[in-house]
């Protein structure tokens, strides 16, 4: 049985950005466990703002980007990131303008384990 697309509000879009910048600031092991309702694991403002199912299908389905305008994978303009691209160009154009950086400037660069497979980070097994 399949089960009917319901066409995503404006509101939505916003609390599943909301939910998903928080991911960055509340940590748990995987994205699931924001939605657990195991009392030493529960995130309580998750489930109350949006059900697990939804938040998974926005994610799945969201394009800020034409595909049909994107350049194919053995083209050498191929860009990986092709399907948020316009909100990087307007994220990074606004933190440019917005951020002055003074004269004290320090920056760190971390290094942590990591075996993901993005091909943008380097696997450092020691």
Request: hydrophobic share 35%.
């Amino acid at each position: 049985m399949l089960a009917t697309r319901k066409d995503i509000t404006a509101q939505e879009i916003r609390q599943w950005l909301g939910l998903t910048f928080l991911t960055g600031l509340v940590t748990q092991n995987e994205l699931k466990d924001y939605w657990s309702t195991n009392p030493l694991h529960s995130t309580p403002i998750f489930p109350a703002i949006m059900t697990r199912h939804r938040y998974y299908e926005i994610k799945r389905f969201i394009h800020f980007n034409d595909n049909s305008q994107a350049p194919s994978r053995e083209d050498s303009n191929h860009d990986r990131l092709h399907n948020i691209s316009p909100v990087l160009s307007h994220l990074d154009q606004n933190y440019a303008d917005l951020f002055m950086p003074s004269v004290n400037l320090n920056v760190d660069e971390s290094l942590f384990l990591f075996k993901g497979r993005l091909v943008w980070k380097q696997c450092l097994p020691l």
